[in-house]
């Protein structure tokens, strides 16, 4: 039975704030490389990932092969194909019985978890928090800027300098808050996702299904097949709150302390729309 990670319902506290790249402010500058610090935290590699790398590996090697070859395209080159062994038909066997199916819709179920609505409520204060406060620095070094220019002379090394160290511990004070406002939603969602996860196992059970999809993976199917809102009834029962670390504490902190096991890494899939 397959199930499918939520991660992908991360909030990014920073969409409001994108403004166009030639403003020079504190945020284009630290927006730059934030977009994929978590996936390279969690080390989010797979199948794909593989084949990317293996396609960079390979770049170099084939631009030699190309300028050994004058640049020129090379023809594709014609190979051996040695025999393999022939596979014969097998004797009829047993049928499988019938699949008993249902259906689940995780887009749906996390519409309507009351968890879930809390924590929106809850990350969305803080990303209010973080926005107001990106704001009120960036307008800060705009104006101490603009008071330096209005001074007629050019900026002093020292007055470079300071600027410059602000505006990089801005980048680290923001981005460190960015990073715990991200890892606060996975750690958080993770909880919901495996509380789902024992859900549907326990009513695929007790109803005897032997095949449950996402509903992003079936084309059409009958309405009695889906088990969602039964899903939703037990999750609000047993999950109407979970665990989110405070504003101040940081998740990775928490981790290292052994309070909690530590969450492994689980791909996302965007099953379920």
Do not use: W
Request: aromatic share 4%.
């Amino acid at each position: 039975m397959r199930f499918f990670c939520l991660c992908g319902y991360v909030l990014s506290p920073y969409d409001p704030l994108r403004r166009n790249h030639d403003s020079g402010t504190i945020m284009d500058r630290m927006m730059t490389g934030m977009r994929s610090s978590i996936m390279a935290r969690t080390g989010k590699v797979g199948l794909r990932g593989a084949l990317c790398g293996l396609a960079l590996a390979l770049t170099p090697a084939l631009a030699m092969a190309q300028d050994a070859g004058g640049g020129q395209p090379q023809p594709n080159p014609i190979l051996p194909m040695p025999p393999v062994p022939e596979f014969k038909p097998l004797p009829a066997g047993a049928h499988p019985a019938a699949p008993v199916i249902g259906i689940f819709n995780t887009q749906q179920i996390m519409a309507q978890s009351t968890a879930v609505q809390k924590l929106q409520a809850e990350l969305g204060t803080r990303r209010e928090a973080l926005v107001k406060d990106v704001r009120a620095e960036d307008a800060q070094l705009q104006a101490l800027r603009q008071s330096i220019i209005k001074a007629g002379k050019a900026p002093t090394p020292e007055q470079q300098q300071e600027l410059q160290k602000r505006v990089m511990a801005d980048r680290t004070k923001f981005g460190n808050r960015n990073r715990i406002l991200e890892e606060d939603a996975q750690v958080a969602l993770n909880q919901v996702q495996r509380e789902m996860q024992q859900i549907v196992s326990a009513i695929a059970a007790s109803r005897g299904m032997t095949l449950v999809l996402q509903a992003g993976t079936a084309a059409l199917h009958d309405n009695s097949l889906d088990i969602s809102e039964q899903v939703v009834t037990y999750l609000n029962q047993v999950l109407p709150t979970v665990y989110l670390p405070g504003p101040t504490e940081d998740p990775e902190d928490i981790a290292k302390s052994g309070k909690y096991p530590v969450m492994p890494f689980q791909p996302t899939d965007n099953g379920g729309e």
